[in-house]
């Protein structure tokens, strides 16, 4: 085997140029114009082989997502604590392989009772060392968070989106930004949204809750929904 098929072997396992310099036992700079030349014939083959969704990653949620939401058992979609109290503000974050040391980052804040997504961060580019940062932060007021599968992210967030519209909300504007690190949507959600299966407001600290509660009455009679504000 050569040296270039050496190197496009050791980076199909993950190993940085560096690495791939010290197990080969030759210079960084031997090592580096191979990279490049490698990294470039990926993309001209990606490209004639038309649009492919980046590698995820990562996927985490926070827990206690499940709390009020009706799931299909067969899916195997795992809660480590469902009662964690977070009154149905769930949060996601994805990450996907932007180049071999840089990932692509979103993450969304959604409603899944009532309004649909409510915040989007990113999408950004990070390096693995600030997406731990940045993950920390992002569900620094949740208790925990745990790993999840791409589809159930992918439920809650689009699934939630689909839910707010027939109740009359849209997503948060930033959303089509960072939609596509989700991947495809199929336009058909397995999760029963709201709590128990019906409409529940709670009001947000930057929420207006009389037009929230007036959007709601469009469509539904009050016995159809429920809901708690704090009368500011």
Not at 26 to 44: F, M, N, Y
Not at 110 to 117: F, I, K, L, R, S
Not at 120 to 147: K, S, T
Not at 150 to 156: D, G, K, V
Request: glycine share 10%; hydrophobic share 40%.
């Amino acid at each position: 085997m050569d040296l270039k098929e050496q190197v496009r072997e050791l980076r199909l396992q993950g190993k940085s140029p560096k690495e791939i310099a010290r197990a080969l036992k030759v210079s960084p700079s031997v090592v580096a114009p191979l990279v490049r030349a490698i990294a470039t014939e990926t993309a001209e083959s990606a490209e004639s082989a038309g649009p492919v969704e980046a590698e995820v990653a990562g996927c985490w949620i926070n827990v206690g997502w499940s709390e009020g939401l009706g799931l299909d058992p067969a899916r195997g979609w795992v809660d480590e604590a469902p009662a964690s109290g977070v009154g149905g503000m769930v949060c996601v974050l994805v990450a996907r392989r932007h180049t071999w040391d840089r990932l692509s980052v979103c993450g969304y804040l959604a409603d899944v009772y009532c309004t649909g997504v409510k915040s989007v961060i990113g999408p950004d580019v990070l390096d693995d060392r600030d997406l731990v940062r940045f993950r920390e932060y992002f569900f620094g007021e949740y208790p925990a968070w745990q790993e999840a599968p791409i589809e159930l992210a992918r439920q809650l967030v689009f699934g939630s989106v689909d839910y707010a519209r027939t109740l009359g909300f849209e997503p948060h504007e930033l959303f089509t930004l960072g939609s596509d690190l989700l991947g495809k949507w199929e336009g058909e959600s397995v999760v029963t949204f709201g709590r128990d299966g019906k409409p529940f407001y709670v009001e947000g600290p930057d929420d207006d809750s009389a037009k929230v509660l007036r959007t709601l009455r469009r469509t539904l009679s009050d016995d159809e929904f429920g809901f708690v504000t704090t009368g500011r």
